[in-house]
């Protein structure tokens, strides 16, 4: 008997405290899901609540349902119920627009908080996420900045160097999983004179996140990720309380007014968080990612955590000896839930391998990546899977002509 049999995983599930959670997620049959890191699934009874918003509010209220429903604060009460989860004080966070259009407001406004200093330096690192790098080029372009992309452990020491302006991070990286010390590189930060914007995309939901306590300036994060808010669900947006009388929005828009509806000509910032919003709010979105967070009013985050380090571990081990090369830090504390694997045909390998039911997915060049989400994934998940993974590089599965060989080209 191995340490991890079947069975062994079996009675780690039967011991989870967060076991019947699993029940809450729209989950297809005979498929294994690592990648809520990507996707979360629908949450049980999404369909029928987008229903019911379309009949009972839309179709009943028609536009009066802006005020009798609230649709127009949507951002600011969805923002609420993202607080909690990364720590945040209520009235901090606001809810719209994509992560990639949240990172130009927050990058834009932390330049905005650092004048006068030559030509302003944003920090980052290499294996940041492309639209924060493709947003960070635009953003130096028009502020007269200039980017350094350093590598991911090189990024506490070019920051100690002193002339950094901003610091801008993704927290846990997308390809590798590696994650960078959130609070320590916020304070070192801080002591060289920048101002920090993390992208919490791929942490928010799987950890717990203090960006109170962190003293961080700015963050962004996706809702479609690890909080399920479904396919293009809004990001988030979370501007420190200290900072909101300062905070500058570069998309200067109606509904970042502090009176729309008075369709003045003049702009005038509104008020605390609600200066961060920038157009009509998109309802339908926001209404399924108020619901999807309804899940986690019931979590304990460091649960979630323990679990997440469970599971991770778990498949780490699993996988040893196996035809991969462990692309992820063995050690929990540097990693977030996923882990990452490097195999010379890995998009074949991925592809073999949703024919049989287990779902990750794959990041060129050669990266094949697993997301572990606690809520509804199970030991005996892993288990299975990495049985199958082993099954698929031993027989060759992979080489069949009928997965790709390639990344694609789009
Ligand atoms: C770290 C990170 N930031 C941003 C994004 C994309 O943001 P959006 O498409 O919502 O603008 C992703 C998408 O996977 C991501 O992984």
Redesign the pocket.
């Known amino acids: 008997m191995t340490p991890f049999d079947r069975d062994r995983c079996r009675a780690l599930d039967d011991a989870d405290p967060l076991a019947a959670f699993r029940d809450r997620f729209v989950l297809a049959d005979g498929v294994i899901y690592l990648d809520g890191n990507?996707l979360g699934p629908p949450p049980v009874g999404m369909a029928e609540h987008l229903a019911r918003v379309v009949t009972d509010q839309w179709g009943t209220d028609l536009v009066r349902a802006w005020n009798v429903h609230g649709w127009v604060d949507l951002p600011l009460r969805v923002g609420d119920r993202v607080a909690p989860l990364i720590g945040a004080e209520p009235g901090s966070v606001i809810v719209g627009d994509?992560?990639?259009?949240?990172?130009f407001k927050a990058l834009g406004a932390a330049l905005d908080l650092r004048p006068g200093r030559g030509t302003p330096v944003i920090l980052t690192d290499t294996g940041?996420?492309p639209?924060?790098l493709y947003v960070m080029e635009s953003v130096a372009a028009r502020w007269g900045a200039q980017v350094r992309a350093v590598a991911p452990s090189e990024v506490e020491s070019v920051l100690a160097g002193g002339d950094v302006a901003c610091l801008a991070l993704?927290h846990v990286d997308?390809r590798t999983g590696r994650r960078h010390d959130l609070a320590g590189l916020t304070a070192l930060a801080h002591r060289v004179g920048a101002v920090t914007v993390w992208?919490l995309?791929?942490s928010t939901g799987v950890m717990p996140i203090d960006v109170d306590a962190a003293d961080v300036d700015l963050a962004?994060?996706?809702g479609?990720?690890y909080l399920n808010g479904g396919p293009?669900a809004p990001?988030y947006l979370y501007v420190a309380p200290r900072l909101m009388e300062d905070f500058s929005n570069p998309i200067a828009g109606w509904f970042g007014h502090a009176r729309p509806f008075d369709f003045s000509e003049i702009f005038e910032p509104a008020p605390g968080i609600a200066r961060a919003r920038v157009g009509t709010p998109h309802v339908l979105s926001m209404v399924a990612f108020d619901a999807a967070l309804a899940v986690f009013d019931d979590v304990d985050v460091d649960q979630v955590r323990a679990k997440s380090v469970s599971l991770t571990s778990l498949f780490i081990d699993l996988v040893d000896g196996l035809d991969v090369e462990l692309v992820t830090p063995r050690d929990p504390d540097l990693r977030g839930s996923q882990v990452s694997l490097r195999h010379r045909d890995g998009l074949a390998v991925v592809q073999a391998l949703a024919a049989r039911g287990v779902v990750g997915d794959f990041r060129a060049p050669d990266v094949m990546r697993f997301g572990f989400a606690p809520l509804y994934v199970r030991h005996v998940d892993v288990f299975d899977a990495t049985q199958i993974l082993a099954d698929v590089l031993a027989s060759g599965q992979w080489r069949d002509p009928r997965f790709s060989h390639r990344p694609p080209v789009t």
């Open positions: 990507s994509s992560t990639t259009v949240n990172l940041n996420f639209t924060d993704t997308y992208d995309s791929h962004v994060g996706c479609y990720k293009g990001a």
